[in-house]
């Protein structure tokens, strides 16, 4: 069973960047699209961004576009570049399977990223 454990997370202020990382263990994720999900203090958990297995192709959350960038190794890491943030993308990172509910593989820990204005 694969496990993902996510990392780099931090406090900045905002406008400023932070790069997240996902390593998975116990399996490949090579022949999955990977994706990035958040969730702030009383909200569900929400998509942020997806990369295809072949990482030709990316989607992205509207409230994220054209400052986040999601990258993969395809071998076991998938990475989150985030520039511009802002103070509503406080919230734990969750790195998993792109895909229905239900298919994920089990979430990891997550990695806390607090904005300050």
């Known amino acids: 069973q694969v496990q993902l454990v996510e990392s780099g997370g931090g406090r900045v202020q905002a406008g400023g960047s932070l790069r997240l990382s996902c390593a998975a263990s116990?399996?490949?994720?090579?022949?999955?699209?990977m994706a990035w999900f958040r969730q702030a203090p009383g909200k569900e958990r929400e998509f942020v961004a997806s990369?295809?297995?072949?990482?030709?192709?990316e989607y992205y959350a509207d409230s994220v576009k054209g400052r986040f960038t999601i990258s993969r190794d395809n071998t076991k890491m998938v990475y989150l570049q985030m520039n511009g943030l802002k103070p509503e993308d406080t919230a734990v990172y969750y790195c998993?399977?792109?895909?229905?509910?239900?298919?994920?593989?089990?979430w990891g820990q997550g990695t806390q990223v607090t904005v300050s204005s």
């Open positions: 998993n399977r792109a895909g229905p509910e239900g298919s994920q593989f089990s």
């Open positions: 990369i295809s297995y072949l990482g030709d192709s």
């Open positions: 116990g399996g490949t994720i090579s022949p999955y699209h």
